[in-house]
């Protein structure tokens, strides 16, 4: 049984640079480990993933802001996340994508950015 648990987030001052971190149990192996995130009143949405071969993909709305990376022998995902915005507020979910395609899913932490 895999489970995600993430730790990081909570409230964070505009341009603040919080981390987001993800550890997986389980022993599944993945093909693919990221993030996405949930903003208030609108649909969930890829932030960023990163495969076991190391190729990233970023949201154009954060490229330039925040950066993953992920350690295959502690099978953890960071999320650093610089710069943040207003708008960066959501619940951001780690997730894993198996090699028989099986998505897996943290409960999510919660981002405030504000004043």
């Known amino acids: 049984q895999v489970q995600l648990v993430e730790s990081g987030g909570g409230l964070v001052q505009p341009g603040g640079s919080p981390r987001l971190s993800c550890a997986a149990s389980g022993g599944t192996p993945s093909i693919s480990r990221g993030w996405y995130r949930r903003a208030p009143g609108k649909q969930r949405e890829l932030v960023a993933d990163i495969t076991t071969g190391g190729d990233i993909n970023l949201a154009d709305s954060v490229k330039g802001r925040f950066a993953i990376s992920r350690d295959n022998a502690k099978d953890t995902v960071d999320l650093q996340m610089n710069d943040l915005k207003p708008e960066d507020t959501a619940v951001y979910y780690c997730?894993?994508?198996?090699?028989?395609?099986?998505?897996?899913w943290g409960k999510g932490t919660l981002v405030t950015v504000s004043s």
């Open positions: 997730t894993l994508r198996s090699f028989n395609g099986v998505r897996y």
